[in-house]
């Protein structure tokens, strides 16, 4: 069973940096692909980060291109996502996921149809 615990939101200002940690404690998710949706007030969830069980595919939205890094440990059951240069606009609880659809396929994918989420964590860009 997949158990996704989210960890590392917080209050930084702009311009600061968080890293995101989820954890699968279920330790089921080793050949599944792990990522980051969030969902701000008022809006939908989007994509943010995806990457593959080896950790040879990775996929961004085009809004934390080159500012996020998403990565996940060799044992292959815990991914992070590293934000660094934050803006106001990237408030919102980021949702750890857990899905078999391959990496390629998130950034257009309906949330909903992604199998396991975390509880969420928030993080909030100060300016």
């Known amino acids: 069973q997949v158990q996704l615990e989210e960890s590392g939101g917080g209050l930084v200002q702009a311009g600061g940096s968080l890293r995101l940690s989820c954890a699968d404690s279920g330790r089921t998710s080793t050949t599944s692909v792990m990522g980051w949706f969030r969902q701000a007030p008022g809006k939908e969830r989007e994509f943010v980060a995806a990457?593959?069980?080896?950790?040879?595919?990775?996929k961004y939205a085009d809004f934390v291109r080159g500012r996020f890094t998403i990565s996940r440990t060799g044992a292959k059951n815990t991914v992070f996502l590293q934000m660094n240069n934050l803006k106001v606009e990237d408030t919102a609880v980021y949702y750890c996921?857990?899905?078999?659809?391959?990496?390629?396929?998130?950034?257009?994918?309906?949330?909903?149809?992604?199998?396991?989420w975390g509880q969420g964590t928030q993080v909030t860009v100060s300016s």
């Open positions: 990457i593959s069980w080896g950790g040879t595919v990775t």
């Open positions: 996921v857990a899905d078999g659809r391959a990496a390629t396929g998130w950034p257009s994918a309906n949330p909903y149809e992604l199998k396991h």
